[in-house]
């Protein structure tokens, strides 16, 4: 059947088709709402049995490329779609729709990735004596030096003025870090990430000690589930992260990629 395709398609509709898989669609559902809308496009195709859409999202420092649906549709809207990134990240990458994909991107290796998901029921509070420290936008430079250290290109003060962020110090000195990516109130669904200790501090539980502290306020904001995601290779993460509760929903591929 013949893909129709909508460049401009409605926020409603690309809605009603995320929303089928929240876990899988966190991220996207999170760019349906503000102010990360500004910096997302779908795009949209279907043929009357199924439906396909990508997501290109820009920022000053990154583009990502995010597929869903059909891979026959996703191939119709890159070849449609005149304003395709000349470098990307590309997420949510399956088998499938990596065909399409190499069509028109030289795609680097892949790094395999786990999206956990923690709910309510299976929440485990970390029980360690450590406290947290609210961080807000007053502490944006500090934050921004501590991530640029790290190398660390995904965080943006609007994460902190929109979201939760919070770390630990150690004499005044800022040595760990975490924070949402965004936080979706209408789906009463959030994503965290940005966690990061100083080398020489780890293995002490701070960062576990953060993700408690943002997953716990998550809740006492009325979210449904929280989303993580780990390379499947991280060993130590998953090791951090799976006695709080989380679970392995989703296995995707993520990599950097040039048009060619």
């Known amino acids: 059947m ?8 409605s926020d409603t509709l690309i809605r009603s088709c995320l929303i089928q898989n929240r876990v899988a669609s966190a991220y ?5 709402q503000p102010p990360l809308r500004e910096r997302s496009s779908f795009t949209y195709a279907h043929n009357g049995a199924e439906w396909a859409i990508v997501l290109i999202y820009r920022t000053t420092t990154f583009k ?9 549709g996703v191939a119709a809207l890159l070849e449609a779609d005149p304003q395709l990134p000349r470098a990307c990240i590309i997420s949510n990458g399956t088998a499938e729709v990596r065909p399409a994909l190499e069509r028109w991107f030289k795609l680097g290796p892949e790094e395999k990735m786990y999206r956990l998901v923690m709910t309510s029921e299976h929440f485990h509070s970390f029980q360690g004596e450590i406290a947290c420290e609210d961080l807000g936008m007053q502490d944006i430079g500090e934050m921004s030096a ?10 943006s003060p609007d994460q902190v003025q929109n979201g939760f962020y919070c770390g630990l110090r150690r004499h005044g000195v800022l040595v ?32 576990r000690a953060i993700i408690s502290t943002l ?15 780990v390379a499947i290779n991280d060993f130590s993460a998953l090791q951090r992260y799976e006695p709080l509760g989380f679970t ?6 993520e990599a950097k990629a040039r048009l060619k």
């Open 2 to 9: 013949t893909w129709q395709i909508d460049l401009q398609p």
């Open 28 to 32: 996207a559902l999170g760019d349906l």
């Open 64 to 72: 990502a490329l995010i597929p869903f649906g059909a891979p026959a």
């Open 146 to 155: 501590f991530y640029t250290m790290n190398d660390v290109p995904t965080f």
């Open 176 to 207: 760990a870090v975490g924070g949402t990516h965004f936080i979706n109130y209408e789906d009463r669904i959030a994503a965290i990430g940005n966690v990061y200790t100083d080398t020489i501090l780890r293995g002490n539980g701070y960062a």
């Open 215 to 229: 997953i716990q306020r998550l809740f006492e904001k009325g979210c449904r589930e929280v989303v993580l995601d």
């Open 248 to 253: 392995t929903q989703v296995h995707f591929w």
